[in-house]
């Protein structure tokens, strides 16, 4: 199985708007936020082997 190695930010930002999230903020943010996400699933999958 593969790992991601980035997010889809289209994605995700319709996402939350359709969650009723501050999408701006989200935006502001979220490029920040990705390496740790990123890392974060990529050590899961990788420790699920």
Do not use: C, H, N, W
């Amino acid at each position: 199985m593969g790992a991601p190695y980035g997010l889809d930010f289209a994605a995700v930002l319709l996402l939350a708007d359709a969650m009723g999230a501050r999408s701006a903020f989200l935006a502001d943010i979220l490029p920040r936020m990705e390496t740790v996400i990123v890392r974060s699933i990529q050590k899961q999958v990788t420790d699920g082997d």
